[in-house]
Each structure stands twice: as structure tokens, then as C-alpha cells.
């Protein structure tokens, strides 16, 4: 699914990860690493937010040639999101559903899943961490991704929301969907069967 | 969708750069009486030449405009507008053309005034250039916003950070503000220069109907360190800020603030020099020098004000304009250049020396 040929990654001249040629398979994936080790420069990178050195390739097609077809099938939820504070939830996931074609009934089916309707007519100031969590992770689960990328999903959320990103990520993986999870949580990533597990050492990404 | 684009987009921009507008509303419709303005027009479209100021100046804010969204998707809160790259083409681009028109409102509203006189005056080639150009402007606009969308990560800008160290001696720290600048700013330095020149000279083409020219010279120094007000942000925040090393040398406090003193003074260079010359036989002497010490000491409170507040661009900004404005009124008052010229000089360098110490540098972190 994703090929990454001569990936490097530098801040300020520093190298934070690379690799130089790694296949990474279709299915449920996990990135483990420690704080800071480049997991969601990772993410960032393949879901085609920030620049990097060498290329990323998903079916074959690059990133770097062509970020309109590859961005198109993938959404990514940041670790710590943020949106503008005069926004209400409501308002950007309507216009997140809107744009990638999603239909009202789905959408509201997630909104209910995570329960956001009691909060999302609410400008986004005033959500806590995890109320911006849920409006990211909803955002992520809308249209029809070949890839999903979760940064960190389970940070910031209450358990029972936990349980039910579980359940959401084991019905995604049974319907045929690639969804790449960075975390350095263990207790309930245990609960999800991954297919492949990926980790960073010494900068540099590879199996385990 | 068009409205949360407008909430976000648009509004943004008119809210970071209001005090920059309503300087050159002011400006323009405070300063200059509508006989002016219309001569101002009437010059501008008699001959084509004489367009390229109009298409400078749009051509300016087009830039600014571009920079700032490049900021404003950056931004990991509006990163979801980039979601737009799952509309059809067409439907994209014509969704963006919307935003654009709206951004660039105030241009197109000179625009089509520059085309109304210029058809009313008989100079139909100037009014159809005027009209090719917005077109242009606004489908170059159009399709390089489009780009962002599809590839919102993509830098400006190399980093040329080594350069700097291989200077040494006492002065390394005002050759490393001045490369760092030249090089790694250059683009941003180089748009400082050129509205800079273009504030100088539209005040330079006013002189002849302007009685009163120790004031207008005053105003129009004043609105030259407008343009350059961004420098001492640059300064404070991609080069002081990561020169911590320097509170361990054996720099004296007063010795870094001559440095930062003698950088606004270099890069500043080719104003001053430009208005020596033209303004030398017009003005005294040494008020022109004393205007021209208050501005820059105007730049370096600046710096300074940074070290006590250490605020974002957009709040800098809008702090500039608030002291710019308070002194235009100074000098329209025509109250003493003089004692401006002590209160600035002296407080930049007591908020300097105070609050050199005070200030704890943050650090971002890059990777997580």
C-alpha cells in the first residue's frame, strides 16, 4: 500500500526520521515510538502537510507528483487538534462532510456515535482537549478513505469514547480499510488486533 | 460553505491587517482632498508608463495577501480548509475566485476607479490595461491558492543559519542579524523595500502641493519605518531569540543594543540615502537628521517593546499602527520633532537594558 523511498525528515538542519526504502502493508498498523521519536512527522508527512526529502508513494501513485489523487484518499486527526475558536463543531464537520461528498446520514450517525451533539453548537473556544478530539476523529471517519491516519487516537478521551474508537477502528479493519495508529498507549491498543507493528529507533523507521 | 470560508479566510486577513488599511484610508482620505486624489488618478492613467505604480502597489498586496494564507493554512486550526482539494476542479477554483474577490476588495475597488477615470478621461488603452490586469491578478491569485490547498506544507524559504556562524569578532552578532536578513529573509526584506520606496516616493510626487514640509517630511520618515516596522519582529524573532548563547559572552548590554542600533541603521541604509538626496536642498539639515535618528529609534523601541510584551505578529502589528497613528497626530500638531526624538531614543534603550535579562527565549517543539 504505502511505499516510503528515501524518506527523510529535517527541522533546522536535524534529522528526525528516515527511511530509505520500507513497504508499508495494507491493514490495521501501528507506529510505536517514544515522545518526540517523529511518529506524527510521520503521519504529517503522508498525509501530505509538510515538505520532506524523497518520496512517498500510496498504490504506486507519489505524493509528490501527484498530492491531489493521494491526499484525496486519506484523512488524518491530529494528536492535539485545534479550529478556529468563532467556529462551532457543528459548522466544520458539516463543512468537512460537504466537501468530501458524505452523506447527511452517516455524518449525523457519527455525531450521535460520539456523542458531539450535545456540545457541537458551541463555538470551539470553549471545548476542552477532548471535545476538539471527538470533532478530529469524527472528521476522519467522514467519506471514503483508502487510508486513515490516527495520531495518538486515544489521548485526551474518556473511556467510554476509548471503547467505542475500538470498536469503530475493528469495523473499519473488517471492511477492508488501512488505518495507520501512532501511540505509545499499550493498554488499549491491546484490545485491537494489528496486523503489522512499525517502530522508531535511533531516527530511523522500521518493522518489528 | 462560502460563509465559513468568510468567517475564517477573509475576516482574518481584514482583522490582521485593519491598522494597515485604515493608515492608507486615512491616508488617502484624510490627507489628500478629492480634487487630489482625482489628479492623483488623472496622472496615473494619461500615460501607461505611469500604471506601473498602481500595478506595484496592487501588486504589493496581492503578495501580502499570498503570504498570509500561506500562514493562515499552515495553521494546524484552519488546516481543514485544505479539504477544499475534494471539490471538482472547477468547482474548487470557482469557490476560491469567490474568497479571492473578497480579499482583494479595497484593490479592485481602485481598481475599478483607476478604469472609470480612465475611460472619462480618454484613455481607453489605460482603462483596458487596468481591466487585463485584475483579471490577471485575480486568476494568478486564484490558481496560486489552489496550490497552496493541494500542497500546504510546501516552505519558502532555505535556512542559511551556518553562514552566520563562520562570522566572528566583537560585531558577529550585527553580521549574523544583517545575513540572516539579506539571506534567509530575502524575500521579505526585498517586498520592506520596495513598499518602502513606494510610501517615499508617492509623498515625493505630493511635495509641490504640500505647504507645510517639515511636517510632511516628518509623516512621510515615519510612514517609510511603517513600512519597515516588520524588521525589528524579524529581528527579535528568527534571529535574537535563538541567540541565547549571547547572554553568556562577556557582552556588555549597551553593546548589543548599539549592534541591534547599528542593523536598523544598515538596513535602512538605502531610505536614508534616497532622502538625503532629494530632501537635502528642501529641509534643514538637521532637522532631517534628527527626524531621521527619531524613526529609527522609532525601529529599536520597537525590538525593545518586543522584549517586555514578546507578542504575535498580528498584535505587533496592530501596536505599530497604534503608535504610528498617535504620532502622524504629534506631528500634525506640529508640536517639537525634538522631544519625540529624546523619548524614543531614550526609552528603547531603557526598555532594552531593563528587559534584556528578563525575557526567557521558548522553544517549539518540532518533532513529537
Known amino acids: 500500500m504505502l511505499f516510503l523511498k528515501n524518506y527523510s525528515k529535517e527541522y533546522n538542519g536535524k534529522l528526525v526520521l528516515k527511511a530509505e526504502s520500507l513497504q508499508i502493508p495494507e491493514g490495521l498498523i501501528w507506529i510505536r515510538g517514544v515522545n518526540g521519536s517523529g511518529k506524527s512527522t510521520l503521519l504529517k508527512s503522508i498525509a501530505g502537510i509538510i515538505p520532506f526529502q524523497g518520496d512517498i508513494r500510496l498504490n504506486g501513485i507519489s505524493l509528490k507528483k501527484d498530492p491531489l489523487a493521494i491526499r484525496r484518499k486519506i484523512t488524518y486527526a491530529e494528536a492535539e487538534p485545534f479550529y478556529p475558536e468563532m467556529l462551532t463543531g457543528r459548522e466544520i464537520i458539516e463543512f468537512v462532510a460537504s466537501v468530501r461528498g458524505e452523506s447527511d446520514a452517516k455524518t449525523w450517525e457519527l455525531i450521535h456515535f460520539f456523542g458531539v451533539d450535545v456540545f457541537f453548537r458551541q463555538a470551539c473556544g470553549g471545548y476542552s482537549t477532548g471535545m476538539l478530539k471527538k470533532v478530529a476523529l469524527i472528521l476522519a471517519f467522514l467519506g471514503d478513505p483508502d487510508l486513515i491516519l490516527l495520531d495518538e487516537p486515544f489521548a485526551f478521551i474518556d473511556q467510554e469514547t476509548e471503547e467505542k474508537l475500538s470498536d469503530i477502528i475493528k469495523t473499519l479493519k473488517n471492511k477492508g480499510k488501512s488505518l495507520l495508529i501512532t501511540s505509545h498507549h499499550e493498554i488499549p491498543m491491546e484490545n485491537l488486533s494489528f496486523d503489522w507493528v512499525f517502530g522508531i529507533r535511533d531516527n530511523q523507521l522500521i518493522r518489528i | ?368
Request: aromatic letters at 22%; a positive charge; glycine letters at 4%.
Open chain 2, 1 to 368: 460553505m462560502s460563509r465559513l470560508i468568510f468567517k475564517t479566510w477573509v475576516w482574518g486577513f481584514y482583522r490582521t491587517y485593519a491598522g494597515f488599511l485604515f493608515i492608507l484610508f486615512l491616508l488617502f482620505f484624510g490627507f489628500l482632498k478629492g480634487e487630489e486624489q482625482l489628479a492623483i488618478a488623472q496622472f496615473l492613467v494619461a500615460d501607461i508608463k505611469n500604471l506601473i505604480y498602481p500595478a506595484l502597489a496592487v501588486g504589493l498586496y496581492g503578495i501580502l495577501l499570498s503570504f498570509y494564507s500561506h500562514h493562515f493554512l499552515n495553521n494546524p486550526k484552519n488546516r481543514f480548509l485544505c479539504d477544499l482539494i475534494y471539490l471538482p476542479g472547477f468547482q474548487r477554483l470557482k469557490f476560491l475566485l469567490k474568497g479571492i474577490h473578497w480579499l482583494l476588495f479595497p484593490a479592485t475597488l481602485y481598481g475599478i476607479f483607476l478604469f472609470l477615470v480612465a475611460l472619462f478621461t480618454g484613455s481607453p488603452m489605460s482603462a483596458f490595461l487596468v481591466f487585463i490586469f485584475f483579471i490577471i491578478l485575480k486568476i494568478t491569485m486564484t490558481l496560486y491558492f489552489d496550490r497552496l490547498i493541494i500542497r500546504p506544507g510546501e516552505t519558502v524559504y532555505g535556512y542559511a543559519w551556518s553562514l552566520s556562524y563562520s562570522l566572528g569578532g566583537k560585531w558577529s552578532f550585527t553580521g549574523f542579524l544583517i545575513k540572516h536578513l539579506i539571506l534567509d529573509r530575502s524575500l521579505p526584506l526585498i517586498l520592506t523595500k520596495l513598499l518602502s520606496f513606494l510610501n517615499i516616493y508617492v509623498f515625493s510626487i505630493l511635495i509641490p502641493t504640500v505647504d507645510y514640509l517639515d511636517r510632511f517630511l516628518g509623516i512621510a520618515l515615519f510612514v517609510a519605518v511603517l513600512s519597515n516596522s516588520l524588521l525589528p519582529y524579524e529581528i527579535f524573532h528568527f534571529s535574537f531569540r535563538r541567540m541565547t548563547f549571547l547572554r553568556n559572552l562577556p557582552l556588555r548590554r549597551s553593546f548589543i543594543y548599539l549592534q541591534i542600533w547599528v542593523t536598523t541603521l544598515i538596513l535602512l541604509l538605502p531610505e536614508i540615502i534616497y532622502i538625503y538626496r532629494n530632501f537635502m536642498k528642501l529641509i534643514n539639515p538637521i532637522i532631517l537628521t534628527i527626524d531621521l535618528v527619531a524613526a529609527l529609534s522609532l525601529l529599536v523601541f520597537l525590538f525593545s517593546f518586543q522584549l517586555i510584551f514578546n507578542i504575535d505578529q498580528r498584535r505587533f502589528i496592530n501596536t505599530v499602527f497604534g503608535i504610528l497613528i498617535c504620532i502622524v497626530f504629534y506631528l500634525l500638531f506640529d508640536l517639537p520633532v525634538t522631544i519625540l526624538f529624546i523619548v524614543l531614543l531614550s526609552s528603547s534603550f531603557f526598555f532594552f537594558y531593563s528587559y534584556f535579562y528578563h525575557y526567557e527565549p521558548e522553544y517549539e517543539s518540532q518533532a513529537d
